[in-house]
């Protein structure tokens, strides 16, 4: 019987490093959007972000913010009319959150709260994909002529994560019943962060394979 290699090169990382790998315990943030476009400088109705602590994979403190569309349409975020006919078509409870005018603040205001709510620069940034969420947020950030409130060099990809550990997100929504909170800006947070501990369990458990 033998090692793979690469079995045994993800276990020297993984597990002989793991403190390393679970470093930076609470300064990692999950961020979601929902929007009216697929564009980078797509309107945003709600933004959700998490604190987590890497370790545990347990959350700190949440954000949740839902934006007008006035201050949308002030600072010339793009509508796509696809996109929304698309939201027509989600349950009631999501078409709530995306159209309904209750609770809305300002987009300028929103972001100004989440770069508090993020509060330094070395907070690694995650997200589902990196050329979406993360993009139209700094889009956003320029447009109200503020600083992104992240490094480019800790913006993080969970999708890389699920693709490592062969983990499929809408397979995992379904085995964990998570399908009714799908584009919610918030429980899409933490449904990633659920998938990203599972993921690395899945890693973790590859470590090493035994032939």
Same mark, same amino acid.
């Given at each position: ?5 690469? %079995? *045994? ?16 315990? &609470?300064? %990692? $943030? ?6 009216? &476009? ?24 949440? *954000?949740?913010?839902? $934006?007008? #569309?006035? &201050? ?9 009319? =696809?996109?929304?006919?698309?939201? #027509?078509?989600?349950? +009631? ?6 159209? +309904?005018?209750?609770?809305? $603040? ?13 509060? %330094?620069?070395? !907070?690694? $940034?995650?997200? =589902? ?5 993360? &993009?139209?947020?700094?889009?956003? @950030? ?19 994560? @699920?693709?490592? !550990?062969?983990?499929?997100?809408? =397979? *995992?929504?379904?085995?964990? =019943?998570?399908?009714?909170?799908? #584009?919610? !800006? ?17 890693? @973790? ?7």
């Amino acid at each position: 019987m033998r090692f793979k290699i690469f %079995n *045994f090169f993800f276990c020297f990382c993984f597990k002989n490093l793991g403190s390393n790998i679970k470093s930076k315990m &609470s300064d %990692n $943030i999950m961020l979601d959007l929902e929007t009216l &476009s697929t564009k980078n400088n797509a309107s945003i109705l709600t933004i959700g972000a998490i604190r987590f602590d890497r370790n545990s994979f347990k959350i700190t403190k949440k *954000f949740y913010k839902r $934006i007008s #569309h006035e &201050s949308n349409e002030y600072y010339n975020r793009d509508f796509d009319e =696809n996109t929304i006919n698309w939201w #027509h078509s989600q349950s +009631e409870e999501a078409k709530k959150e995306i159209f +309904e005018d209750k609770d809305r $603040i300002n987009l300028n205001l929103a972001l100004q709260e989440l770069s508090i709510f993020i509060g %330094n620069s070395r !907070a690694k $940034i995650w997200a =589902n994909g990196v050329c979406f969420d993360i &993009s139209i947020l700094e889009s956003a @950030y320029e447009a109200c002529n503020l600083d992104v409130p992240w490094k480019f060099w800790n913006i993080r990809d969970v999708r890389t994560i @699920y693709d490592i !550990a062969d983990l499929n997100l809408n =397979n *995992f929504k379904r085995q964990n =019943n998570m399908l009714n909170n799908c #584009h919610n !800006a918030l429980a899409d947070c933490e449904t990633q962060l659920a998938a990203m501990e599972k993921a690395m369990d899945n890693i @973790y458990d590859r470590c090493f394979v035994v032939e």
